[in-house]
Structure formats: C-alpha cells, structure tokens
C-alpha cells in the first residue's frame, strides 16, 4: 500500500509526519486535517506497538561503585534489556527531541535535577507512560491495536479541508 503523498515533497511529508506523531505523543491530541491524520494515526500506532512489545523487558543488574570515603558500595540497578534498547534507539530514530521547559515556580537546580536521567522524554513518555497502559488493556480485552482515534470536526474555514481530533483512546 502506497502513502499519501500529501502535497508535499518526501523530505518535507516526512518532517511533518515525524513532526505530527511527536506532538500526538506528547500532548496526548493534535488536531489536523483527515488525510493527515490518518497516516499520522497509522505511524503512531506502529510506534505504539514496537514499544508494548517492550515495555517490560528489564534486567536487574548489580554494580559497584566508589564513595566518597573511597568504600566499595554495591548498587542494584534496572538496565534495559538489548531488545528493549533496540527497541528505544528505533523509535527514538523517528521522534524528535522535544526540550525540557522549566516549570514557573520550579527552581533551576530543581530542574536540573529532574533533567538529569532523562535524556529523550517523548521516548520516556512512550515506554514508561502509554505504552503499559496500552499493553494492560491488551491483556484484558484481549485484542491488540485500535490506540488512537479520529473525531471529525468539520470543513476548515478558508479552504473546506477535513479536519479532525486525533487522539489517544
């Protein structure tokens, strides 16, 4: 099956899809016209799938590390398992980085600190947030798929584009 062209050169369809799909991840809704939703939809919901299939795949892993009074400390930590940052360093591939913003009443060492051991967050927020909510429901109905939904919203003023809601279910 062949993608919509929609008007646009590869390069430029690309970026806006990758564009799109970041933003749908992130914000949870974005609303756009019907043909581009719908190709958005179909990515968002591959990107979706690789990380349900993921999610969990963690190993426990025990280090050593030197303290400041130079005493060999054991530490448990919880890496990610090589298909699982296959798995990441793919969708990661096609996302774009969204900065991290400051909160208003948030101080700077705060925020640095919260910033610290998150390097990709709409990659974080898909592996750690919808992806195991997606999976729980998976398990419970017992069918995989159907994540987004379009809700169609009118002709746009201007040039009568379809326009649509595409949100996460």
């Known amino acids: 099956m062949a993608n919509r062209k929609l008007g646009r050169p590869t390069d430029q369809r690309m970026a806006m899809l990758r564009n799109q799909v970041t ?3 992130w914000y949870g809704r974005i609303e756009t016209t019907l043909a581009r ?19 969990d795949n963690t190993i426990e892993v025990t280090k050593q590390h030197m303290n400041d009074k130079k005493q060999v ?3 448990t930590v919880q890496n990610d ?4 940052l296959a798995a990441r360093r ?16 948030e101080e700077k060492a705060d925020f640095q600190k919260r910033q610290k051991d998150v390097k990709h967050q709409v990659v974080e927020k898909l592996f750690r947030e919808i992806a195991p909510k997606y999976k729980k429901r998976a398990e419970e109905k017992g069918q995989g798929g159907g994540y ?22």
């Open 81 to 84: 398992s090589p298909a699982r």
């Open 73 to 75: 400390e054991q530490l």
């Open 148 to 169: 987004t939904r379009l809700i169609k919203k009118g002709p746009r003023r201007g040039d009568a584009a379809e326009m649509v809601i595409l949100e996460f279910i």
């Open 23 to 25: 933003n749908l991840i």
């Open 90 to 105: 793919q969708v990661m591939r096609y996302l774009y980085d969204i900065p991290a913003i400051q909160n208003k009443d």
């Open 37 to 55: 939703g719908k190709e958005v939809q179909s990515l968002a919901e591959h990107l979706v799938t690789i990380a349900m299939r993921q999610c």
